[in-house]
């Protein structure tokens, strides 16, 4: 199982974490992808750019899968 752990942090934003993963190379990438509904965060298509993922959230996109998890 694929994770992004929320180090020192209580979220991060999904256009972020897209970048960061490298599912996207641009904001402006990621926030396309998201606005035309290709991410889905805990099964649902997420269209919120700035979409707040916590611990426990699952985010999708194409094949990949990541699930956030809180820094123990």
């Known amino acids: 199982m694929n994770t992004f752990t929320l180090e020192g942090h209580e979220y991060i934003q999904l256009n972020q974490l897209l970048k ?7 904001g402006g990438e990621a926030n396309l992808m998201i606005a035309e ?3 889905r965060v805990n099964s649902q298509p997420e269209t919120q750019k700035r979409k707040k993922l916590r611990d426990g959230d ?7 899968t990541v699930t956030i998890v ?3």
């Open 20 to 26: 960061m993963l490298g599912w996207a190379e641009t």
């Open 70 to 72: 809180a820094e123990s």
């Open 37 to 39: 509904g290709h991410v």
């Open 58 to 64: 699952v985010v999708e996109f194409e094949k990949n």
